[in-house]
Nanobody, 121 residues
């Protein structure tokens, strides 16, 4: 069992930056691929970024490539999402998730509660 808790959301102006963090419980954190997703009001959940258990491999959605960076610290059971050049369309609830399987298509089995990010124009 893995429990995930996101933090770092808030209100930011367009062009600004935010750093989201996700704290994980459990002693097997490094065995999970970790992903970040978001869901805007009235829209489907959207994949943003993923990182392998050892932190070597990453993948990004086209919509955030070059603006968002995922990283993890297995010693602290943390995964982060650095978000730069934020746009109003980045407004959403952001979720972290823990997955099993290959980095190209992990099955996400644990989810956090989400943190709200609002980008004003």
């Amino acid at each position: 069992q893995v429990q995930l808790a996101e933090s770092g959301g808030g209100l930011v102006q367009a062009g600004g930056s935010l750093r989201l963090s996700c704290a994980a419980s459990g002693r097997t954190f490094s065995s999970y691929a970790m992903g970040w997703f978001r869901q805007a009001q009235g829209k489907e959940r959207e994949f943003l970024a993923a990182i392998s258990g050892n932190g070597v491999s990453t993948s990004y959605a086209d919509s955030v490539t070059g603006r968002f960076t995922i990283s993890r610290d297995n010693a602290k059971n943390m995964v982060n999402l650095e978000m730069n050049s934020l746009k109003p369309e980045d407004t959403a609830v952001y979720y972290c998730a823990a997955g099993v399987g290959p980095i190209v298509a992990p099955e996400y089995v644990y989810w956090g509660q989400g943190t709200q990010v609002t980008v004003s124009s």
